[in-house]
């Protein structure tokens, strides 16, 4: 399965959770969110892979669903 989502949905967590439930998924980065774009692969104009690394667990999710979250 596929999925395509908006940038207001590009967060680790959340899109860690999708992958959980075998849903391969793009989407662009957030606004907000910067990239250094001196690291990572470029796969094309505009394109580039990144590695995001768990940010701390936020206060509704259970210490369970966190742990399940990988590291990068």
Do not use: N
């Amino acid at each position: 399965m596929l999925a395509a989502f908006d940038r207001y949905f590009c967060s680790f967590l959340l899109l860690a959770q999708v992958r959980q439930r075998g849903v391969h998924f793009c989407a662009r980065l957030h606004q907000r969110r910067h990239s250094d774009f001196r690291r990572g692969r470029r796969l094309g104009k505009d394109d580039h892979l990144i590695l995001w690394t768990r940010p701390p667990r936020p206060e509704w999710m259970t210490q369970e669903e966190y742990g399940r979250c990988p590291r990068q």
